[in-house]
């Protein structure tokens, strides 16, 4: 079968998905974390007429069983009605994703005037008219599909069915500066046939339509097999009571999807009045919902909530990209440079409007300098907000192991369902049964030993977790993660606005030049006149609104301290062009009125903007004084970067000795520089490369970033939990050391070794060196021999590095790196990914502006946020600090030890009422409906509700709980506690035979015809004392939840429940008929049995805490020892073993190193 990679000719019965094939992402940015249809499987099929209505026969002949098959099994209902064929003239295409789930979708079709083709033709290449002149008859048809929101089109010549978007994937930025004209009306018409509505449609069923699909649920279908089964065996009541809680769940779970869809589809729909332009010049007012990629659109001043991608062309943009990226502070966008290069929404995120964000206002752009100009780029389900929505309308299956083996376990009890079954009939049988009574109370063993409930309860105690973490700020859009929370085994920190505050200030700045640094100027308004002040003055991409500067806290914090004022055009700007040579003003930088004597700045004018790039770790401005004389560049950004930009001889020869000394103290040092511009270039369409290049290295900027008082806090709180943390940043190396040592993540008597890579050049090999020196004196020893702690820190090259020459070596430098430094946004993701690989359940915790990717690949990202629901994560938390970590990690655990309480509950309340119906069955009685339904309801479903309620420990355990029910300790304490179970049933009927007034059941009657009888009573009475005791049995306390005591209600419901149940045994009273009990009139028995509950219980309890204490730990030696299936576990031994690890102070070459191999 055809990958969507590989666009080969159409096969005869097989095909594909074709994606964008560049090595760039597509104008839209679908991250495949987002877009679990990035690789699919297509088969084109088509209807046969006679199997069709062969089809339709056997469905009405079934009775409609076969439609629910197919609605069940979609995949048999295409192979029953069609037969495989070419995807060119398919009807129906099975698609197969990633994750392997199969989904059917209809071909669709679309007329194509001849008109239109031939306009095609001209504005478009062949793709184009592959398109639509694929499938002509006597009409022109586009075909193509609708999946997950998404339109796949048909190109003919790369025989695959497309996603739209490959349309304009390879537009150039000069292509999209061609579409600032304006399309004409027939374009524009053509355009939205192809690429579709510009809406984010989330489909909002019908109650009808909801009921149909929830009823056909296998669940229901069980329930309504299992009510049927109940009226037949005449269980009236116990039916009833079924079918009313069935109906009263229905219509709960009809409401519920029914006001998510719409709250979803009220947050996803965004239809709002644009103004495009047209290729006549002709501004017009349309409809959102008509837009399409080529449109030019022109945004107001005011701005406004942008309802698709687009690429800004002309003025610059303050946006609040909150909803995206979680990040509060508002975004300055600039245009979009024109040139031959790919366009792309990824790389060019500073020039790119994303859909759904709100754009706080728009200049420099328009007719009177108000407004901007974009073309757009991506709409619909395309757009970063149809990201968004599609994240959670369809989220990335969790391949968690507690959900993988609790669809295992369900196979388990199914197999004791049917040994029962065997059982039953086998016994009735021999007991002279009628055929009736065989099947219908053999078939109703199966409604008891598998619970149809068990796959609902364990998901109660996420539930109860995820209303926890939203009373205390942290929202989840995905639940089943919160169980996931709960197996973290490493946390990555972002630095910079997580570890440490947003804000910055100024430590002061120190010049520098070939003859070294001056000293260094704690103020910056000590400076004297001259390039460096300057450069600090304008420098940035603050903005204002309404009066008040907005930008990145670090540039405000450093225009703050020049002293200088910001200015911004008025009107239509041309006063400020005229002051300053008639160029096209973007903002200006006033110095202070009061300036020192002797010393005079003059006012600078911005006119072209280059913003920072984490990729570039640079930004830079191009300013002119008044007049337009002396135009100057300036580039600010990490020290590193900017001094490999500048010429060398301006660079001090103290730069690395200056950067270490500053770094160490744990400051974020920026490097600025500057060259004079060629007055003869036109500085408006000056790029970005011929800026920043040659420049003259001016000085240092320091910045002091306080850690914020939870870190160490929390960073402690992790380490004695032995959950390892690790700092994930952008900034410098020895900064990111000296904070680690401040949170504590690095201990300050631990040893810091650094991890230098190189790669392969010209004029030399691949390199790996670990450097280590400690006050001076080299070490070279074995650090384990050496009897100290160490930690590796690496930076962002060094890791590309060590990725491409030494991936053997990673592994090992994985395990004990705890500082990752100048990574870029794509580094992050990568590393998140690469430690998965070695088993860790991966967490993640950033403000999410240059997180994103790693916050959706971790097991558990965390975004630092004030808003409630972002694509960053699946959870976002208001507290702007890593608190939120312990309590989500403790949450997690806490779900995880709900969800296998009740889990086992369910089971063994299963295997207490599938024991209890066995032995009455051979005893030729049963328990009657109204024993049921005190077992059922007032017992069990009372227990399982409130079960869940308990809350998290105060602190973090080392150990981690389990997430396998497969484990030798579940099996192995369920079949404890069955056999307990079955002995104890066992025993109080016996006790009840030997008694000297025991008379003996009817034995010409079977079933409900001998109710009440002694032995019924006996064993009823039993089991619900059971269902108490195992519900305290089962419930785990310390060390991850607080003990069952602390839930209140489920006490208080447990000490009810026993008393009742006392009351039935000693003096049922009135209820004795009701219930179909037999009197006792033996005291003495009766205490007895009790007695006999008290011992179940002591022993069910005594044998859990011994399995608690690993009392079944010693099967696993019968198996032999064997290594832990977890990479990281593994490889952690070998490194404890080798002393000579790592290699310090030696320079290894990419064949000097020992592999170590993982059997």
Not at 801 to 826: G, I, N, Q, S, W
Not at 894 to 921: D, E, G, K, N
């Amino acid at each position: 079968m055809q990958t969507l990679e590989t666009p080969h000719a159409v096969k005869k019965k097989e095909g594909s998905v074709l994606e964008p094939q560049s090595g760039l992402p597509s104008p839209s940015p679908r991250d495949p974390l987002l877009s679990p249809d990035s690789h699919m499987d297509v088969q084109g099929y088509k209807w046969v007429c006679w199997r069709l209505w062969m089809c339709r026969l056997a469905a009405v002949l079934s009775l409609g069983i076969l439609l629910i098959v197919f609605h069940w099994y979609p995949r048999l209902a295409v192979l029953a009605r069609c037969c495989s064929c070419p995807l060119a003239l398919a009807d129906v295409l099975l698609i197969r994703d990633s994750f392997g789930h199969q989904h059917v979708v209809e071909v669709l079709t679309e007329e194509m005037d001849s008109s239109s083709l031939e306009m095609v033709v001209e504005l478009e290449d062949n793709e184009w008219r592959d398109t639509v002149q694929l499938h002509k008859e006597e009409k022109t048809l586009m075909r193509y599909y609708l999946f997950k929101g998404l339109r796949y089109i048909w190109l003919g010549r790369k025989g695959a069915f497309c996603r739209v978007s490959v349309l304009n994937e390879d537009w150039t930025c000069n292509d999209l500066y061609g579409f600032q004209k304006g399309l004409s009306h027939l374009e524009q018409s053509i355009r939205r046939r192809m690429y579709g509505p510009n809406l984010i449609d989330v489909q909002v069923k019908s109650y009808v339509k909801l009921l149909f699909e929830e009823v056909l649920n296998p669940f229901y279908m069980f329930q309504v097999f299992s009510i049927t089964l109940w009226i037949v065996d005449n269980y009236y009541y116990y039916a009833i009571c079924i079918f009313i809680i069935s109906i009263l769940s229905i219509s709960i779970s009809l409401y519920e999807i029914r006001k998510q869809s719409v709250t979803l589809r009220n947050m996803a729909r965004l239809v709002t009045n644009v103004t495009i332009r047209r290729n006549s010049g002709v501004e017009e007012f349309v409809s959102s919902e008509e837009l399409a990629p080529g449109d030019c659109l022109i945004i107001p001043q005011e701005g406004l909530l942008l309802p698709c991608d687009a690429a800004l062309l002309a003025g610059e943009c303050l946006v609040n990209e909150s909803m995206l990226t979680g990040e509060s502070v508002p975004v300055l966008k600039t245009p979009l440079l024109a040139g031959m290069g790919r366009y792309s929404s990824e790389t060019e995120r500073r020039h790119t409007l994303f859909c759904g964000t709100q754009l706080i206002q728009a200049k420099g752009g328009g007719p009177g300098g108000s407004g901007a100009v974009a073309v757009v780029t991506s709409t619909g389900f395309f757009t970063a907000k149809g990201n968004l929505v599609s994240s959670i309308l369809y989220p990335q299956p969790t391949n968690f192991r507690f959900y993988q083996d609790s669809a295992k376990f369900l196979l388990i009890l199914g197999f004791v369902a049917f040994v029962g079954t065997i059982y039953s009939f086998v016994v009735l049988y021999r007991l002279g049964a009628t055929w009736l009574e065989l099947v219908v109370m053999s078939l109703d063993v199966v409604t008891i030993a598998v619970p149809p409930a068990l796959s609902a309860a364990i998901t109660t105690g996420t539930i109860y977790a995820q209303r926890r973490l939203k009373s205390q700020g942290v929202f989840c859009i995905s639940p089943p993660r919160i169980n996931i929370c709960g197996k973290v085994s490493l946390f990555c920190f972002d630095k910079t606005g997580t570890l440490t505050e947003d804000g910055m200030d100024v430590w002061g700045v120190m010049e520098g030049g070939p003859a070294g640094f001056s000293e260094l100027v704690p103020d910056p308004r000590l400076l004297l006149p001259g390039p460096m002040l300057s450069g600090l003055a304008c420098c940035h991409t603050v903005t204002l609104l309404r009066g008040q500067p907005l930008g990145d806290p670090l540039e405000l914090k450093m225009v703050e301290s020049t002293g200088w004022t910001l200015q911004e055009p008025e009107g239509d700007g041309n006063v400020l062009d005229a002051e300053f040579g008639g160029h096209s003003i973007l903002a200006v930088l006033r110095p202070p009125t009061q300036q020192p004597q002797g010393a005079t700045s003059e006012a600078v004018a911005i006119v072209q903007r280059f913003p920072f790039s984490s990729a570039l770790q640079r930004m830079s401005v191009v300013t002119v004084a008044r007049g337009g004389r002396s135009a100057l560049a300036f580039m600010k950004g990490s020290p590193e970067m900017v001094a490999s930009l500048c010429r060398a001889e301006t660079v001090p020869g103290q730069f690395s000795s200056k950067l270490q000394s500053f770094s160490s103290e744990g400051l974020r040092v920026l490097a600025l520089a500057y060259k004079p511009v060629d007055r003869n270039t036109d500085l408006s369409t000056i790029e970005r490369g011929e800026v920043e290049k040659d420049m003259q290295f001016l000085g240092l900027m320091m910045m002091k970033n306080l850690v914020k008082p939870e870190s160490a806090q929390v960073i402690k709180m992790l380490r004695a939990a032995q959950l390892r943390s690790v700092m994930v940043t952008g900034d410098n190396i020895l900064t990111a050391v000296s904070v680690a040592k401040s949170c504590g993540m690095v201990g300050f008597d631990d040893k810091v070794i650094f991890v230098n890579a190189t790669p392969h050049t010209a004029q030399s090999i691949p390199t790996l060196r670990f450097s280590l020196e400690d006050r001076g004196q080299v070490i070279t020893q074995g650090l384990y021999q050496g009897g100290f702690d160490y930690h590796l820190a690496i930076n962002g090259k060094s890791f590309a590095a060590l990725c491409d020459h030494f991936p053997e070596y990673l592994p090992k430098v994985l395990l004990r790196t705890t500082v990752f430094a100048r990574m870029a946004p794509d580094q992050k993701t990568q590393l998140v990914k690469k430690l998965q690989k070695l088993n860790y359940k991966v967490g993640m915790c950033g403000d999410g502006a240059n997180d994103c990717g790693a916050l959706r690949a971790a097991d558990v990202g965390v975004s630092l946020s004030e808003a409630e629901a972002s694509v960053a994560s699946p959870f976002t938390s208001k507290t702007q600090n890593i608190s939120c970590v312990p309590l989500l990690i403790r949450e997690g655990r806490c779900s995880l030890v709900t969800s296998f309480s009740l889990f086992r509950y369910m089971a063994i309340y299963s295997l207490i009422q599938f024991c209890s119906v066995l032995t009455l069955y051979t005893m030729r009685t049963r328990l009657s409906d109204s024993q049921f339904l005190v077992c059922d309801f007032f017992l069990v479903t009372t227990l399982a509700i409130v079960m869940g309620r308990g809350g998290p420990s105060d602190e973090l355990d080392p150990s981690r709980p389990s997430a396998s029910l497969l484990s030798v300790p579940v099996l192995g304490s369920l079949f404890i506690h069955t056999c307990m179970i079955v002995l104890g049933q066992l025993a109080a009927l016996f006790i009840t035979t030997s008694q000297d007034w025991y008379i003996p059941i009817n034995s010409t009657s079977i079933g409900a015809a001998n109710l009440p009888n002694m032995e019924d009573t006996s064993v009823f009475a039993l089991s619900g004392f059971q269902y108490i005791i195992m519900a305290v049995v089962v419930t785990k306390g310390y060390p991850h939840k607080k003990p069952f005591y602390y839930n209140r209600i489920f006490l208080c419901l447990l000490l009810i429940l026993f008393a009742l149940m006392t009351w039935l045994m000693l003096n049922p009273g009135p209820l004795l008929k009701i219930l179909d009990l037999y009197d006792f009139f033996d005291m003495n028995f009766k205490m007895l049995l009790i007695a006999l509950a008290a011992l179940n219980f002591l022993i069910c309890f005594f044998v859990e805490v011994l399995i608690d204490l690993g009392m079944l730990n010693c099967l696993r030696l019968l198996r032999g020892r064997r290594e832990s299936k977890k990479q990281y576990k593994r490889l952690n031994i070998l490194l404890s073993e080798s002393p000579s690890w790592p290699p310090l102070n030696q320079t290894l070459s990419a064949r000097d190193y020992t592999v170590i191999q993982f059997s």
